[in-house]
């Protein structure tokens, strides 16, 4: 987390500050600051934030927020173990000189109990070689060998069909967006992120603008 006004260098320079060394790009920074207007929140955004809370805000509004962004810590949430299988399949592409994509798709209704049938339909429209992978009883994350980006995004096309409601996909490719499973991981969380904080402020614009 970081504000806009920062000794010696503004909240944007240290994002981007942040994001240009390798080993910090994929760690996830969200704004908090009191400057609530339109071009700040842009230039976050472009800068690589994945979030933006205005202050004064509740200590409950940033856990929530912050939840969203690393995953609760409720005993349903299963990526541990979604590591330890992506690290097992980097490390065949690895080896193989091939690359691995990771898919994340993310429900934002309320669909408990049927994410297993769902998670069912859709093995049954990919390979043999690929995993589908409950995280919890909204999140699926589908993990594809010897798949680059657009291997996934045909995927993701393929599977939109088969789930109902309202979905958001991310997508993180080894080598291309991390070295390790971690750093897919967090890929693509961020983008998950950065799409529901764009889609939030699209809603905003269309209020303003009734």
């Not at 260098?9 to 390798?22: A, C, D, V, W």
């Not at 349903?76 to 000189?97: M, S």
């Not at 339909?121 to 992978?133: A, H, M, N, P, Q």
Request: with cysteine; proline share 3%; charged share 35%.
């Amino acid at each position: 987390m970081a504000d806009i006004n920062l000794p010696d260098q503004n909240g944007f320079e240290f994002i981007r500050n942040l994001k240009s060394e390798e080993k910090y790009r994929h760690i996830p920074v969200i704004i908090l600051s009191a400057d609530a207007t339109a071009p700040s929140i842009k230039r976050a955004v472009e800068a690589g934030a994945v979030d933006y809370l205005v202050k004064p805000f509740k200590a409950e509004e940033l856990v929530k927020r912050v939840e969203k962004l690393v995953g609760s810590v409720k005993k349903e949430d299963r990526y541990p173990e979604l590591k330890d299988l992506l690290k097992k399949e980097v490390n065949r592409a690895r080896r193989g000189n091939v690359n691995i994509s990771l898919i994340l798709a993310h429900c934002e209704g309320k669909i408990a109990g049927e994410i297993s049938k769902i998670a069912e339909k859709i093995r049954g429209k990919l390979r043999d070689i690929d995993t589908v992978f409950e995280i919890n009883e909204n999140t699926l994350a589908l993990v594809l060998p010897v798949t680059g980006r657009e291997g996934a995004e045909v995927v993701v096309k393929k599977i939109q069909g088969e789930l109902r409601g309202s979905w958001r996909y991310a997508i993180s490719t080894y080598p291309d967006n991390g070295q390790d499973e971690e750093e897919l991981i967090n890929f693509a969380k961020e983008s998950l992120m950065k799409g529901e904080s764009n889609s939030s402020q699209e809603d905003d614009k269309e209020k303003e603008e009734k």
